[in-house]
């Protein structure tokens, strides 16, 4: 249940962080935005996503 809520609680944090992402992108005219979240199966591995590739992700370590 605690594991759960944790992720729910960072899945909902990213959410925020993507749509002031998308906030700022449209009132700078950028049509795309890209952004990274944590990967939950590996410690210091980030998802990286990027519209503009439609949601494709890869990982990449935290520097």
């Known amino acids: 249940m605690l594991v759960a809520r944790k992720r729910f609680e960072v899945f909902e944090r990213w959410v925020r ?11 700078e005219g950028v049509g795309f935005t890209t952004f990274d979240f944590p990967c939950e199966e590996e410690e210091g591995l980030f998802h990286h996503h990027s519209h503009r590739e439609n949601g494709s992700h890869y990982h990449k370590r935290n520097q």
């Open 17 to 27: 962080e993507l749509m002031i992402a998308q906030m700022w992108a449209r009132s």
